[in-house]
């Protein structure tokens, strides 16, 4: 058995085609086909079904198809060390992705506090990507929103942070004083919002407080950060919801005609979690210093600056003729 014919076998099992597994590979497809039939001699079963028009796992397929992504991960692993500058330093690669504004920089900083040696690389995927990479062994460990997916032998869950979204609306929808936006009112006007595939953490809590409110959830499509604010400000009303990170962000910027509020009545959480490998030590690092960071943040809604504190307020390294930047995560 070659570890090039487990490979091929993980690209066809996970994209149920040939073809599109060649292409992943960057081979022709009748080398694959070719490698594939001999690891089936080689087992003794057959791993796959085939059609002319799909492609599926058999039961020896599935049974095997974990043990081969364990395989692969250790064969990563090893190699990962071996490629180590043996100079006492470590590299822990994490998944990141979207909505955590300047929190992972306060992370960084306090786990460089406790292991000064460790070297991170942030590795920005969609969370479905970061999970496969963790299975993979190419991540010791991912940050994700959603914690349905079966993980496997070795990889833990570890909730780091549970907080209220945020909602972005028009200004005239509420009033300076308020620091929350209820649900009712919010279902009064279309929400920009990704279809759940795109973002089922953000969805899913979202559209289960609509439903168990007995209210009913308009959506309409989304579309850049900046696009939206600019038409909830001044299209028809509308809304979107932002993690209450990224919103800290956008609360530092002149938002005129849009107001950030936390939803209450009911609030709607989403938790962030750390899905890390039980084998890794500076996983847990990471994950260690995560909590401790998280804790010491209390979830706030974000405070706006107003169009008088914009007016004012001045980067020190600017000239006078610009203006404030924008904040992006």
């Not at 590979?25 to 079963?45: C, D, F, K, N, T």
């Amino acid at each position: 058995m070659e570890i090039r014919q487990l490979r091929y076998f993980l690209a066809v099992a996970e994209l149920r085609h040939f073809g599109r597994a060649a292409e992943q590979l960057h081979i022709v497809q009748p080398a694959v086909s070719q490698q594939i039939r001999r690891l089936e001699h080689e087992l003794g079963g057959q791993l796959f079904h085939r059609t002319t028009r799909t492609v599926e796992l058999t039961p020896t397929g599935v049974a095997f198809l974990t043990h081969a992504r364990e395989i692969l991960a250790a064969v990563d692993r090893a190699s990962h060390v071996a490629r180590q500058p043996h100079d006492g330093k470590t590299t822990l690669r994490v998944g990141t992705g979207s909505g955590l504004g300047d929190l992972l920089s306060v992370v960084l900083a306090e786990l460089a506090g406790r292991e000064p040696e460790l070297t991170v690389e942030l590795v920005r995927l969609p969370e479905q990507q970061r999970l496969l990479r963790l299975a993979e062994g190419k991540l010791a460990a991912a940050i994700v929103r959603g914690t349905s997916d079966p993980l496997p032998d070795g990889i833990v869950y570890v909730p780091v942070l549970s907080q209220a979204l945020i909602a972005a609306l028009p200004a005239a929808r509420t009033t300076p004083r308020r620091r929350t936006v209820r649900l009712a009112e919010l279902a009064a006007m279309p929400a920009r919002l990704p279809e759940r595939d795109q973002n089922p953490a953000l969805l899913d809590p979202l559209t289960a407080a609509f439903q168990h409110a007995g209210l009913t959830l308009r959506r309409i499509p989304p579309g850049s950060d900046e696009d939206m604010l600019a038409l909830i400000s001044t299209g028809a009303p509308s809304w979107t919801v932002f993690y209450p990170h990224k919103a800290q962000l956008l609360a530092r910027q002149p938002l005129r005609g849009v107001a950030l509020r936390r939803i209450a009545t009911p609030p709607v959480t989403v938790t962030t979690s750390i899905a890390l490998r039980t084998d890794s030590p500076e996983a847990q690092a990471f994950t260690d210093a995560f909590r401790a960071t998280a804790s010491s943040k209390p979830d706030q809604p974000p405070t706006q600056r107003g169009p008088r504190q914009q007016r004012h307020t001045r980067n020190p390294t600017q000239g006078n003729n610009r203006g404030p930047g924008s904040a992006h995560t």
